[in-house]
């Protein structure tokens, strides 16, 4: 893995996060979106956001070899996003989880980094299933999942919430 790249497409790299990225997680944890959709982590300082780089996702990286990654674009490497493999409490498999910026919406970052991020499980690291929540009113979300080949296996909720979510999977033949 070089300079933290763990893959890469077209148009995007994704790369292990970093504690200089703190701006951007800053940014991104505090949009509309991400605070609907994913729920306030009580990040509104640089300080904030470097704690939950560190207590998140670096601690993933060291627990599992895996976390979300930072998206960018490999013409001016902004970043647009997060794209990831989560090991999660409550789910039995890996999960595949994303949020872009709004200005990045539509462009279709999203599905290109979740593409990548799903054959990278595959294949590179032997993954033979991946599972996906969502709120039951993300309906872009929802509809990411399915085309890049998962299905709402149904309704769940993880441990210590009483929020109803969809849940979606996708296996791998051998």
Known sequence: MIDGVVTETERLRLRRLITDDAPFILRLLNDDGWLRFIGDKNVHSLGDARRYLEQGPLAMYARHGMGLWLTERKADTRPVGLCGLIRRDGLDDVDIGFAFLPEFRGEAYAYEAATATLAHGRDALGLKRIVAIAT???????????????????????????????????????
Do not use: C, W, Y
């Open 136 to 174: 039951p009113d993300n309906e872009r979300s929802a509809n990411l999942l399915q085309k890049i080949g998962l299905t709402l296996q149904g309704r769940m909720t993880l441990p210590d919430s009483d929020e109803e979510l969809s849940f979606f999977a996708v296996e791998f033949a051998d």
